[in-house]
């Protein structure tokens, strides 16, 4: 079992670039979920997915596309980058639905600087 | 609306002194409350969790935490420190119906042999 993998690890854009984090879960888990991590500011969630086929609004959103590609899989898009969107982004999963008292698990995380 | 506070940014402790880590959250009922670990270069790894009952909850790695409602608080504990419990520790908050689990902004623990 891999549990939440995440690709890349590290990536540079330059303003107004376009990119997509990709998320794979293995533990046949229903919600998934992206968050981004700020010095000072801790975890916020952007989106999330409380079962395939469905994705809905996390605290901040603007900016940011999401994809649930399949129950495995779960996207992140930045159609135009900009630097405050310099952050370091974690996939997570959790076995049942969002809001729940459930353990959410985290991959690695994606080190992203916009330049 | 909910939040969760860290007070301490930055705790330094040496190997095998006790530790606490402070939360408090503001929320009118009883919240569902989680710690979380994060070491360095890694993603978060659940500690413990507390939703009901018993008010002191045991966890991984040793680690415990005591739900305080008068204090609205959810401290973390651990009696012993080891140099590989040197991370960032993030408490979080999530109240049922609600969407977010709401993460503090952390504490980072240093631990000096």
């Known amino acids: 079992n891999a549990g939440v993998t995440q690709t890349p690890k590290f990536q540079v854009l330059k303003t107004g670039q376009s990119m997509t984090l990709q998320c794979a879960q293995d533990?046949?888990?229903?919600?998934m979920y992206w968050y981004r991590q700020d010095p000072g500011m801790g975890l916020r969630l952007i989106y999330y997915?409380?079962?395939?086929?469905?994705?809905d609004k996390g605290e901040v959103p603007n900016g940011y596309n999401v994809s649930r590609l399949n129950k495995r899989e779960f996207s992140l898009r930045l159609e135009s980058a900009a630097p405050s969107q310099t952050s370091v982004y974690f996939c997570?999963?959790?076995?049942?639905?969002?809001?729940?008292?459930?353990?959410?698990?985290f991959g690695p995380g994606t080190r992203l600087t916009v330049l | 609306a909910q939040s969760v506070t860290q007070p301490d940014i930055h705790i330094t402790v040496s190997e095998g002194a006790s530790l606490e880590l402070r939360c408090n959250y503001s929320?009118?009922?009883?919240?569902?409350l989680f710690w979380y670990v994060q070491s360095p270069g890694q993603g978060l790894q659940l500690l413990l969790k507390?939703?009901?009952?018993?008010?002191l909850v045991q966890g991984i790695k040793g680690f415990e935490a005591e739900f305080k409602r008068s204090q609205s608080s959810f401290n973390l504990r651990k009696p012993s420190v080891h140099w590989s419990d040197a991370a960032e520790y993030f408490c979080?908050?999530?109240?049922?119906?609600?969407?977010?689990?709401?993460f503090g902004t952390g504490t980072r623990l240093t631990v000096i042999p």
């Open positions: 533990m046949n888990h229903n919600s």
């Open positions: 929320y009118g009922a009883t919240p569902y």
């Open positions: 997915s409380a079962s395939e086929g469905t994705t």
């Open positions: 979080a908050v999530v109240h049922t119906g609600a969407n977010n689990l709401f």
């Open positions: 507390y939703f009901s009952g018993d008010t």
């Open positions: 997570a999963s959790s076995p049942r639905g969002h809001g729940s008292t459930d353990t959410q698990y």
